[in-house]
């Protein structure tokens, strides 16, 4: 194929992408390429006062009464970010730090969550997985994105 035939290809099917039909018709189907704003919300990640971010091991859960999404991640590591969830905080911490995939990382794992309603979790939680890519995954929802402002330095 020539070089012409190419280009001429590549123009066909940017116009047939462009096409106001042809978006309305994936709009339906998938939802990619939806023309709603995607949803940002502004909100506060849990960490300590003076000592920084909790440690997963050594937290206490008693006082952790939230619902909402957290972060699990390695400090000083590349490829930081081990896992990413959402529910009540306190009994997922505390089931993740029996659960092998994540206790073979190590006693120095971090955490931080923060609330969110539950409509708009799955979106959070999608979100933070295309930000991070941890390396301990779950099946996430193919929800829409809802952005958050990121956890600082992991």
Sequence with gaps: MSVAENARIFSALQLFASSPKVNRRYQSQSGIFSTKKPLK??????????QGWCKLNTLNLEHVKTSGVFVIW?????????????????????????????????????????SIQTQFRDGVERYLYEQYSPISVKQ??????????????I
Excluded: M
């Design 140 to 153: 996430i929802a193919n929800a829409r994105l809802v952005y958050v402002n990121l956890p600082g330095k």
């Design 41 to 50: 919300l502004s909100v506060k990640w849990a960490k300590y006062k003076k």
């Design 74 to 114: 390695k400090p000083q590591d590349k490829y930081n970010v081990i896992r990413i969830g959402q529910g009540h905080i306190a009994s997922e911490l505390q089931k993740l730090r029996n659960d092998t995939s994540i206790v073979r990382f190590g006693s120095d794992l971090l955490v931080t969550w923060c």
